[in-house]
Each structure stands twice: as structure tokens, then as C-alpha cells.
């Protein structure tokens, strides 16, 4: 049996708290609450390579049909599982735009906060439920880790799972542990990190075997296996890759430190929230009241619960054997969720990271309210009823202070991003890209135009704002991507080109060009700006303009063909030495298949001796089509001591990462050499 729950004091407030319909309205406003920190401002979440990533595969189960058998590859190796990509699936099959599958993670993670209170309330008193979903509910991390479309684990897949353990343990319901099974699906189906549960379970039910039985945990260990088989026969017929790096994550060294800990106790707060703002971290804090010492305080109340309950446990321990029956299986169980997970992480040989301890919401809080309603329920006993009223008053007033502190920390952050942009921090936000995909779709649509996306990078597996736009934009508009300062990429047919903020060199050039038609300008945070523009390329004389022209334009045996260069006004003797190369794909047939050419600029002198060299990938192979036009940029770092003079730049390409040369042809079409050379080219100090 359960210890008996003192009642509150007969005080007007709690006999407001007390009453049922009372406590029903608080309940719906704390839900309320906190649906609406979740689910606001959705324009203003995060969406970088890891919620694209989730997206692009739910948009081939829904358009192609792909059902995968594994999800999205983890930071140490292995794949995990895919359920989060068919939850994923659901919404984005009535719309492409994303912020109807980021509610319907926000929506799971509220209903997790209802259930923080049943939780609660059944097994440790309704005070312990209404404190611990309060708290909750405000926490500014997992409203932060709500709003995400990949968010790796789900707390209320936590909460059943530990609602079953401690129907199994507390009330000795034993089918309670088909339940548990089950409720390992949604744990371990959305992230790996979820197995550490398995741990527990069989923990707690080595402490407790007398509330084993047979066919309930055959049955849930049935279930889940049941929904494990696609995964692990995808594992097995690819070398059993995934099982082997959980078991053997990393070969560096291994560490012990509390790092872990220092993590989960983090997560109970508003602790270090500033670390979203990235590089602009200090500034953030400027914008902050003196109050950051409440989450200081929340963490060391979780500290304290965590000695508190340590000490119940060794209670029970001593109290014998009917006493550790009778009265330590919940404590074991709470007790046994916050410190296998942190446990498991204490030693590790890859870093380890805040977002790997989601999976312990909302044991944190339920700590801390077990800790705070036993201390008012001990001040009680031993207090006249004046203090008691205090004690109880100023519980009231901790709990709305740090909540009241939570909530203004996690909506100021909201008002920070939504008019700053923060490097290293927080992701690019929705809402901007979202209108730029729809802006160059719009203007796609005029005449059927391509689309190329130029941003710092040209990878849309794991560059965050080629990511985003690969699932953004419509599977159906042709559309590829462009590295920039490295390259830009003129083709045959009409193109809208969708500048990021950072691509500086490809709006520069743009802006400069008569037949480039500025389409729309989109404001994002930090007073950046994406571009699109449209060109109808039915002439591309005009990229050419101001550039030394090769005549005859020399070809590469890989289809490509130079045209002219270009050199920059700020090059220098000593510095850097900026070179623009043109060059086109004149024959489609030759287009390479599965290889990647890299172009070379060598700058030598009269004797041929090498001063300085650019060897890069300015334009995947992957995306070359026929006609394209490309320029490609050389920024040539030259040696101290290279002296003012006449130098010459060999040109070419090859083959990576075999390092074959693309041969320059005759006019036969024979190959003829490795390289072009140009020049001469004057350079000064």
C-alpha cells in the first residue's frame, strides 16, 4: 500500500485546489498553456538537414511508395529505426508545407504533459502530478525539443512506458507488462536511444519477480520483436551494420565524466538556453532580467530529490523484506529512470550531447514535485497552521516564480529569433524558406522554368539550406543546387535562381545583369534577405561580358568546354589571386555518369615554377546538364615572398578521387595534354 497523502491546509486557495471541478479547470489551463507554447509562432521553428532529412523520406513513402525499413543514419553509425517517418508521412501527405507535421509533434508532446499528471497523481498523490506537470509544461527545453519535426524521442511514449511499469510494480497489474512491451515500440521505433529502457525493465523486474508472469511478458516481448523484424532483417542482409556500431559506437578512447549528468540536469531547466543563440549568446542574455538563478535553483531541487529519493530507497532496503515489497517499487522505478539513461552515457567514446536525454522527460519534474509535496507534507506535521499557511504560500510562489521565469525566458528567445539571425545556434527557421520555395515555384510556373537553389554548400543530404529546399519545393519543378562563392551555373532553359542570405558573389553578379529579373525579395531574421530572381538564358552572352575570351574555346575529353577567364581587380603578388573560369558542357552524350571532376588553376611563372594553386569542386557531376553554362571561382593563395611580375595559370580538370586527368582534345578530338595554359597575367603589390 501507498503511504497516506496528507491533506492540504485548510486555507481558501486549497480548498479551491482541492475541490474536483477546480482541480479539472487548473489541469486544462496548464494544458493549455502549454499547447500554446508548442504549438505558436510554427513559422519560427527550426529546419535544417535533420528535419529535411526526416521529410524527404516521408515524401517518397508518400509519392513512391518507398515503405523504408530503417530511418535516418545517428551522429555514432547506426540507423534508427523508422517510425518517425511514417508519423512524419501522415501530415505531409495532405500538404507539403511542414508545419502541419511539426504540430502534430508539438500535439504528441503536449498530450505528454496531460500525462505527467496522471502519472503523478496515481502513483505518488495529486499534488506530486499537478506540480510535476506544471513544471513541465513551462520547461523551456522541452518546449524547444517539442517544436522540432525530428525530435528523436518521445515523452509521452516515456510516460506510458513508466505508467505500465508502475501498474506492473505499485499495483501488481501483471498484463501491465504487455503494455510496457508496447509501449517500446514508439521508444525505440522513433530513436536507439530508447533501448536503455529495456534496461530498466529488466532491472526492475529482477528486483521484483514476484510480479512476473509468463504470459504477459511473452506477449509483450512478442509485440515488440514483431515490430523489430523489418528493422532487423534489414540489419542482418547488410552486415549487421547497425547492431554492430550500438555495440561498438566509437574506437577512440573512453571517457568518464559527468558530462551526462550535467545534461540531464540542464534539461530540467532553463539552464545554458542561451546556447541556442549561438554566436550571439552574450547579446541574448543582455535581454534578460536578473532571474537566471531560478534555474539554478530548479536544478538544485532535482539534486536534492535525487538524495531524497536515493535515501527512501536505502529506507526500504533496511526496513526488510516485506517492507522493500510493500513500499520501494515505485521509488525503484523513478529512481531507476533518471539514472540508467545518464548511467549509460557517463562513459563514452564519441561526445555526448543534450538531446540524447529527451528520453527522460518528465522524470526531472516528478522528482522535484515528489521532493517539494513530501517536504510541505513533513513542515505540516510538524508546524501550527499559521506556518503551514506560509509553507504552502511560498510553495505556490516558487512554483509560479520559476514557471513565470520560464515562460518569459522560452518567448523571449522566440521574439530573439524571429529578428536575429544566430550562427552556431538555432537552425534556419521555417517561415522564410517556406515563402521563398513558394515565391520560385510561383515564378517557375510562368513558363516551366528550372530552379537552381546557390547557398554555402550544394549538398542536400547534410548542407542545411540546400536540405531544406529539396523538400520545400515541389517534387515535380526540376531543381538543383549551387555552391557559391564557388560556382554559378547559367542553363539552356529559363531558370529561377533562389539566392540565400550568404551567397554574396552570386547576388552580386545577378544584380549586375540586365536579362536577371529580381522576383521577389524575402525578409528573414537578422535583416537578411533570400532573392529570386529569373533569367529566360535564351542568350548568356551577357555572363561572358568583361572576361578573356579562349579562341578557339579549348574541350575537355569529359564534355566540358572552356570558354574564357576573368581575373579580379583585388588580386595581388603575395595574397590572393581571384580567377573566374567559364566553361560550358558541349556534348551531353559524354556527361560524366558516376564521377566527380575537380578544376585546377596552377599559377606558375616564366619557368614554371608553381607559386600558388586552387584545386576544388566547384559543380557536382551529378548536376552538370547539357548546355549548362558554369563559372567557376579560383581563389589562388599565393606565397609571401611571390614577387610582382607576369605569371600564367595552368587550367584543367580530373577525375576525384583516382586523380585522372581530363585531357584538353585537338582539333581531331586526340587527346593533346593535361592541362590549358592562359596568361600572362600581371600581378602587383
Known amino acids: 500500500m501507498l503511504p497516506h497523502q496528507p491533506s492540504l491546509p485548510e486555507t481558501l486557495v486549497l480548498r479551491y485546489l482541492m475541490n474536483s471541478k477546480s482541480a479539472t479547470f487548473i489541469l486544462l489551463i496548464i494544458l493549455l498553456l502549454a499547447a500554446a507554447l508548442r504549438l505558436t509562432r510554427l513559422d519560427l521553428v527550426e529546419f535544417k ?40 508521412a501522415l501530415p505531409l501527405a495532405l500538404t507539403q508545407d511542414p508545419r502541419l507535421a511539426v504540430a502534430l509533434v508539438a500535439l504528441i508532446h503536449t498530450a505528454a504533459v496531460g500525462m505527467t499528471y496522471l502519472l503523478g497523481a496515481r502513483f505518488f498523490g495529486r499534488r506530486v502530478g499537478l506540480i510535476a506537470m506544471a513544471l513541465f509544461a ?23 512506458f513508466f505508467y505500465c511499469l508502475f501498474l506492473l510494480v505499485v499495483e501488481r497489474r501483471p498484463w501491465a507488462l504487455a503494455g510496457a512491451g508496447l509501449a517500446l515500440i514508439p521508444l525505440a521505433g522513433t530513436h536507439l536511444g530508447g533501448l536503455a529502457f529495456i534496461a530498466v525493465l529488466a532491472f526492475v523486474l529482477l528486483l521484483f519477480p514476484s510480479r512476473v508472469q509468463r ?35 566509437g574506437d577512440g578512447p573512453a571517457h568518464i565524466d559527468l558530462g551526462a549528468a550535467r545534461f540531464a540536469a540542464w534539461l530540467s531547466s532553463g539552464y545554458h538556453y542561451e546556447d541556442l543563440s549561438g554566436a550571439r549568446h552574450l547579446q541574448f542574455l543582455d535581454s534578460l532580467p536578473g532571474l537566471r538563478w531560478l534555474d539554478v535553483l530548479e536544478m538544485a531541487l532535482l539534486g536534492l530529490g535525487l538524495v531524497y529519493l536515493i ?49 527522460l522527460y518528465p522524470v526531472q519534474h516528478l522528482i522535484i514535485a515528489l521532493l517539494l509535496s513530501d517536504g510541505l507534507a513533513w513542515l505540516h506535521r510538524r508546524l501550527d497552521r499559521r506556518w503551514e499557511r506560509w509553507c504552502t504560500a511560498g510553495l505556490l510562489v516558487l512554483i509560479l516564480a520559476v514557471g513565470g521565469w520560464q515562460v518569459y525566458l522560452g518567448q523571449t528567445f522566440t521574439r530573439f529569433v524571429a529578428r536575429h539571425d544566430t550562427p552556431d545556434g538555432y537552425g534556419p527557421v521555417l517561415g522564410p524558406l517556406w515563402r521563398t520555395a513558394s515565391a520560385a515555384h510561383n515564378a517557375a510556373s510562368v513558363d516551366g522554368a528550372e530552379i537552381l ?70 525578409n528573414a531574421p537578422g535583416d537578411k534577405h533570400f532573392w529570386v530572381f529569373r533569367r529566360s538564358n535564351e542568350s548568356r552572352d551577357d555572363v561572358l561580358a568583361g572576361m578573356t575570351r ?50 585546377f588553376a596552377h599559377l606558375v611563372d616564366g619557368d614554371g615554377r608553381r607559386w600558388g594553386q586552387h584545386d576544388l569542386l566547384s559543380f557536382p557531376s551529378a548536376s552538370w546538364r547539357a548546355g549548362d553554362v558554369v ?28 586523380v585522372i586527368a581530363a585531357p584538353v582534345l585537338d582539333v581531331a578530338g586526340n587527346p593533346a595534354s593535361d592541362f590549358t595554359v592562359v596568361g600572362p597575367i600581371e600581378l602587383r603589390r
Open 311 to 359: 535515501a527512501r530507497v536505502a529506507r526500504h532496503a533496511q526496513g526488510g523484506q516485506e517492507r522493500w515489497k510493500q513500499r520501494a517499487g515505485r521509488d525503484v522505478v523513478l529512481l531507476s529512470w533518471l539514472l540508467t539513461p545518464v548511467l549509460l552515457q557517463t562513459r563514452h567514446t564519441q561526445p555526448v550531447y543534450p538531446h540524447y536525454f529527451i528520453l
Open 138 to 160: 513551462v520547461n523551456p527545453w522541452a518546449i524547444y525539443y517539442a517544436r522540432k519535426m525530428w525530435t528523436q524521442n518521445w515523452p509521452l511514449a516515456t510516460t506510458l
Open 215 to 249: 504470459r504477459p511478458l511473452l506477449t509483450g516481448a512478442l509485440v515488440f520483436l514483431l515490430f523489430a523484424l523489418p528493422y532487423l532483417y534489414h540489419d542482418a542482409t547488410h552486415d549487421w551494420s547497425s547492431l554492430r556500431g550500438l555495440l561498438n559506437p
Open 550 to 599: 579562349l579562341d578557339p574555346p579549348l574541350r575537355l575529353a569529359n564534355g566540358a568546354e572552356l570558354l574564357a577567364y576573368g581575373l579580379g581587380d583585388d588580386s595581388m603578388a603575395g595574397g590572393t589571386v581571384h580567377l573566374c573560369l567559364a566553361w560550358w558542357l558541349y556534348d551531353g552524350s559524354r556527361l560524366p555518369a558516376e564521377t566527380d571532376y575537380h578544376a
Open 453 to 522: 537553389v546557390i547557398a554555402q554548400g550544394d549538398n542536400p543530404t547534410w548542407d542545411n539550406l540546400p536540405s531544406a529546399f529539396d523538400v520545400l519545393l515541389p517534387r515535380h519543378v526540376s531543381h538543383r543546387f549551387v555552391s557559391d562563392p564557388k560556382a554559378l551555373v547559367y542553363p539552356m532553359r529559363p531558370t529561377v535562381y533562389i539566392v540565400a542570405p550568404e551567397a554574396a558573389q552570386a547576388l552580386a553578379a545577378l544584380q549586375t545583369q540586365p536579362k536577371a529579373v529580381l522576383w521577389k525579395d524575402i
Open 49 to 88: 538537414s535533420d528535419e529535411a532529412g526526416i521529410a524527404r523520406q516521408a515524401q517518397a513513402l508518400v509519392h513512391e511508395g518507398r515503405f523504408p525499413a530503417v530511418g535516418p543514419s545517428s551522429s555514432q553509425g547506426p540507423a534508427h529505426p523508422p517510425l518517425q517517418i511514417y508519423l512524419t
Open 631 to 658: 563559372l567557376t571561382r579560383f581563389q589562388i593563395e599565393t606565397d609571401a615572398e611571390t614577387p610582382p611580375g607576369d605569371y600564367w595559370i595552368n587550367l584543367g580538370m580530373y577525375s576525384y578521387p583516382d
